[in-house]
């Protein structure tokens, strides 16, 4: 090419700046980032052990989660084979800890799916189309976060019927509010920059801009909110399960398992605080991995 | 008179079925005598939130120009007197509330006249944050692509062209093509600000303020790099400035706002020599001397302009001019003709025989 000889004045490269420190694209860059990441790397692990051991449960389980024996209750660690003992109906506790995996992760992931798709949506259209159908958006939107969580919960899926989808729709629902709140905000903040008015000046549409300068910068926000909202869910569910709006007995989950095992705290502690530790440790791990993931993604980092 | 005029060179190949016809230059309408812009009693006032219902901030206010093909018309006055207001009606990024706009013989969102989309493929606009008028999150090749893009070019296609903009802007699209925002200095994010501006080859660029965040040294650059994009690309620029060497450096004719309202018109060497306005000579009056025998010692205007929520009668400067006199708050001067290029108009009554002003000619 001529492009030297019709280079205009003044216009020389600047090439005094440090050499190119990105040749790779955007995604093996937040590879990059993500592999000299080693404590999201461990606790990405531990996730997909969470994960992959609900799903293998029926291989991994020494026992029958379902069986009981009455001889058996509330047996000590290592107690016959058992290698975490037996609850109140002398069922294996680890392998109900195993299925229990199952219907907890279900019960703190989809709901926030949901309610990160439903609520991420509506945030972004009203925090973009702002005034008339913001406003009309988000008082509706703060109808329901008016409610307690838990109230709004035990509501709407007592007014539904038990079992786990409708507890799953229910907390959907109830995450809904927090979520468009998030998003709406995220999307405000960006819709006011000069480069949304530039990509207008270019005769973008609405749904163009969306897509390629809005969405990446809400993306952000919405993802480590919904992480942090896993854990909540997991805990929410086994309340409704605990109230016979979620999970049915005798199906092991570990907010279920909380419940029942909560009486035979001073009888058996450990064996009492092993959901706990269960929920806990994957809301921890799912967090710290979501953390992880989004400073990863974030080029300005 | 300008050189761009009569270059025809567009170098940047135009890729088929973009929807224009045949021809010289098949987007030149109206011929080199027809103004590539006419913008008539233009008008924009904003609502004050917990005002009362009449209170509106009457941030442009009948403003009238013509922006000749070819030409640098500047646009210089104190912050808040409407310069970037009238910068987003001209692209329609804000309604406007009254007047009319022309662009090359065909009214604006007129029924028969070009749309707003029409309009916005042939102007654009630079601003004045080169930090927030770019997506933090998008390497900077890529918000240059996203013009071409739009406008219907396929994503390796409008790669491209962002990359030949970033060469024509002086930036080395294999070193910077894939840097984000933060990863460039001011100045470099003006030049892919400018980049932007151009990839979808405007006939027209408005700056708005496009040089003021950039330290001297790089500001000096920047403009000459608008000059020489000018010609090559045979551009009109509207440049927005409150800096006055900068807008006597860039432009052929110069426009000054104040409150609203356009005070003075005229070319630029006849505005910097021989100002007709008291506003704009005390504007130039308020220039920092480069020769310390002659230091400034008293402040050439006093005082903040008027709030524009309840503007001033008559004159909007006569509550700060020092010729001042009862017709000026009772009577607003009227803008000469100025449909000429030559022509060199200011709204005074000082200048208009008849209005009863005891300057006034008679």
């Known amino acids: 090419m001529s492009q030297t000889a019709s280079l205009p004045i003044g216009a020389r490269f600047d090439d005094d700046s440090p050499p190119a420190l990105r040749v790779r694209g955007y995604w093996s860059s ?14 990405g692990l531990i996730v997909l052990l969470i994960v992959l051991a609900a799903i293998f449960a029926p291989l991994l389980a020494p026992f029958d989660p379902y069986k009981e024996g009455v001889v058996l209750r509330l047996k000590p660690f290592g107690y016959r084979g058992h290698p975490l003992g037996t609850d109140e109906l002398g069922r294996d506790l680890l392998s109900r800890l195993i299925y229990g995996g199952r219907s907890s992760l279900l019960m703190g992931l989809v709901p926030v799916c949901i309610a990160t798709a439903l609520g991420g949506t509506l945030g972004v259209i009203g925090g973009f189309a702002g005034r008339r159908v913001n406003a009309a958006i988000m008082r509706t939107m703060d109808v329901f976060y008016a409610f307690p969580s838990v109230l709004l919960a035990v509501a709407i899926s007592g007014a539904m019927g038990g079992g786990m989808a409708n507890g799953m729709a229910a907390l959907a629902l109830v995450f809904t509010p927090a979520m468009c709140r998030v998003a709406e905000t995220a999307t405000a903040q960006v819709r006011s920059l000069d480069f949304i008015e530039a990509a207008r000046a270019t005769g973008a549409g609405m749904f163009t801009i969306v897509r390629y300068h809005v969405l990446g910068n809400v993306l952000g926000p919405v993802f480590i909110y919904a992480s942090s909202l896993v854990s909540v869910s997991i805990l929410l569910a086994s309340g409704l399960s605990f109230l016979g709006l979620g999970v049915k007995p005798p199906t092991p989950d570990w907010g279920l398992m909380l419940s029942t095992l909560r009486q035979s705290i001073y009888v058996a502690p450990l064996s009492c605080a092993l959901p706990g530790a269960a929920i806990f440790v994957t809301s921890i791990c799912f967090n710290l991995v979501s953390d992880g993931i989004r400073s990863a993604m974030d080029v300005r980092l | 008179m300008s050189t761009a005029l009569d270059t025809p060179l567009r170098p940047l190949s135009r890729a088929a079925g973009e929807g224009r016809g045949g021809g010289a230059d098949p987007r030149d309408v109206g011929g080199p005598a027809q103004p590539l812009l006419i913008a008539r009693d233009l008008a924009k006032h904003f609502h004050v939130r917990g005002g009362s219902k009449s209170a509106r901030v009457r941030a442009v206010d009948g403003v009238s120009f013509t922006l000749f093909k070819g030409e640098t018309l500047g646009i210089v006055g104190e912050s808040g007197c409407g310069k970037s207001t009238l910068a987003r009606l001209l692209l329609h990024l804000v309604e406007r509330d009254g007047g009319e706009l022309i662009f090359d013989g065909e009214p604006v969102g007129a029924p028969r006249g070009i749309t707003v989309a029409a309009l916005r493929r042939h102007v654009q606009m630079v601003f004045q944050d080169s930090y927030s008028s770019l997506n933090p999150r998008m ?24 990359r030949e903009m970033l060469v024509k802007v002086g930036l080395n699209p294999d070193l910077f093509g894939q840097r984000y925002p933060h990863e460039l200095s001011g100045g470099q994010k003006q030049r892919v600000n400018i980049a932007r501006a151009l990839a979808i080859e405007p006939r027209m660029v408005i700056l708005d303020e496009a040089v003021s965040a950039l330290d001297k040294s790089v500001e000096a650059q920047v403009l000459n790099l608008l000059r020489a994009l000018k010609a090559q690309f045979n551009l009109t620029y509207l440049f927005i400035s409150h800096d006055l060497n900068v807008v006597r450096y860039i432009s052929d004719r110069v426009l000054v706002m104040y409150l609203g309202r356009v005070v003075e018109l005229g070319p630029s060497e006849e505005i910097f020599t021989r100002p007709l306005h008291p506003y704009t000579r005390a504007l130039l009056g308020s220039r920092p001397s480069m020769d310390p025998a002659h230091r400034i010692e008293e402040p050439p205007i006093t005082g903040d302009p008027p709030s524009a929520i309840d503007p001033p009668t008559g004159c909007r400067f006569h509550t700060r001019c020092p010729f001042a006199e009862d017709v000026c708050a009772a009577k607003s001067p009227e803008l000469g003709a100025w449909l000429e290029r030559g022509s060199h108009v200011a709204a005074c009554h000082m200048l208009d025989a008849g209005s009863g002003h005891s300057a006034a000619p008679a």
Request: hydrophobic residues 40%; without cysteine.
């Open chain 2, 139 to 162: 390497p900077v090749q890529d918000s240059v692509a996203f013009g071409p893009f739009v406008h219907g070019r396929r994503k390796p296609d409008a790669r491209r062209v962002a």
């Open chain 1, 30 to 43: 937040v590879g990059y980032r993500l592999r000299h990441d080693p404590a999201t790397l461990f606790f």
